[in-house]
């Protein structure tokens, strides 16, 4: 097995490997060699854009094959004996989606202001005081969940029943939605691509809270270039210290259960290791430490978009 | 060649698991079989060059120079030579450089490999170091997967079908059934290989050729005369990794090699009767074809839709039949070539073997006088 220094030297080239490349070769290597998992490993030899070839994992196999394009992502490869966690650039086959002709007229649409991060960190905090710092530019986008509305919640959340919600979702009108399970119930969240497109036809910009599959839906329905995302993280050196802060300013914001708490942190974990593992979603990885500054420099991208525009 | 070099003498062990015997009991039988066979004795050997791979992961030894030196009664002095799965012949490459040079008159050269002593996963760990450990490896990819990849590549390129991929294994199992060294000497059809375990798709595990122990010997003289001498003995590189490489689909370590080969046994291709080559998995066998120009680009397969009589491919079985023990297997082809031109009374033969994905290739020309 390689050992770790040659591990080290080997990811030193690792930031070469995050761009995109096609497939020129492809094998599914039934038994891996000691020290990695025993499931079989997808394996292909990569053209990446600027030409030099790497051998790389694959995510999955659906729609990979000669000739397809990939794109990078960062993923868990193995844990040595030692405790060491490899990470390395696996590939993701792109799916391809036809380009309808009326969608031409709209390439790029406008952008969206996401905010992401795990429970806790101040999202709903952060995305309120920003429309409410600037009104005249932004507009949130109002959520729609099938969870049930409580106590501190504000017009942020649309209700809706589960079968509503997937009357919607048939009809196309949600353009991103997620599952966030708690322990008793399924809750559904999602946006609709017409609140979206209203705020862009007053002239604003939409603002919406979003995770990983929220944003994947947003960015493969609008354009990655329309997303201008932030990721917020709790202060905090470690993930664990990071925890802990959200574990009080949960407890300190009395709104949920214990139970609830719990699945929250359970989940906020995952959100964490979204903002490193699919740094491809984000373009600002911002700490709430001090709420006014963090309010600052996204008033700050605001007005450049604004004027960008 | 700068001199007439000789073959005085061949020995091997049959090709197998032999649970029973060490890594120095294998070499000690090829090498009494090798004495045997040539009319020199073991003082006349004055160096000795031993072949082989992994010796420190399967069988915690090294140092197999002295190891073997002492197997004769004058412990001569001795060298090792590495160079993955062409250890072998590189080591007989080695051997005509100093008997071309006047270094040594008589050269006793040993390929061994002791392989079933350590679990398959361990094996398949130690064989990684053929391939580039930076490049090829932390994606978790074992040798079956780096053919694999040439395989996708070659069959997305030319449109080999899995189901012709399969008569190279068939053909090869059915050459070894003839052949009493070999490790497996029964019978498969191509659908057997079609439907056997998926090793590294579109590879299947009768596509690849076994973990086997073995050890070959050949005494290689400029003072003993015999029937067969080398005609040619060259070698070539390529890069390590295949994330160098411009194309999986052929090799042109051996083009070079080839060329380098006729050019220095003055003869054309058509002149030569057997081909012994590296066949560590049935698609190389197909590019390998190609590669020493026996076929066209894409057309390998077709030296196995038919028998050729006036060429025969890997008649002692191959790597994939007769058994693949690394250091060995580029010795033993050459002592198969001279059985093959005693039988035939034909005059030229020739032997490929690689190392990695033919990041090492060497060609040996073996001249019946």
Known sequence: MTNPPTQHRAQKKLRNNMQEGTILAITTVSHPPAGFNKAPRNIALIKLNNGTRVLGCLTTMDSAAIGKTVRPRMQLQRVMETGLRIYDVSYEPVLMKEVKQESLDHVFPGYIIALSGPSGVGKSTVSSLLVRTASEYVERVPIITTRKGMQGDNEEYIHVTNTEFKEMCDRGEVVACTNIPDRNVQRQYGYKAKDIESIWTKGKIPVVVTEEHLLQGLSDHFGRRSLLSFGLLPPGESKRAMLSQLLHRLRKRNRDTKESIEDRIKNAEKDIDCLRERNDLFDHILVNEHLESVIDTLVGHVMNTAKTK | MEKAIYIAGTGMTPFGEWWDKSIRELMDEAVEKALESAECNALDIDTIIVANMLAESTSNQAHLGPLAANLLPHAPPALRVESACASGAIAMHTACGLLESGRSETILVIGVEKMTDIAPSDISTALMGAADAEKDAPCGLTFPGIFGLVASSY?????LTREDLSLVSSRHHANAAKNPYAQFRNQVTPENVTNSTKVADPLRMLDCSPISDGAAACILSTKFASSFRLAASQIATDSVSITDRASLTSFPATKDAMSKALKEAEIERDEINHIEIHDCFSIAAVINVEDLGFAEAGKGIN???????????????????????????????????????????????????????????AIHIIEQV
Request: hydrophobic share 30%; with cysteine; aromatic share 6%.
């Open chain 2, 303 to 361: 030296a196995y839709k038919k028998e050729n009589s006036s060429l025969t491919i890997n008649a002692s079985g191959g790597l994939k039949a007769c058994g693949h023990p690394v250091g060995a297997t580029g010795v033993k082809q050459i002592i198969d070539s001279v059985k093959q031109l005693h039988t035939s009374k034909k005059q030229f033969a020739l032997t490929q073997n690689f190392g990695g994905a033919c990041a090492s290739c």
């Open chain 2, 155 to 159: 069959m997305n390129e030319y449109g």
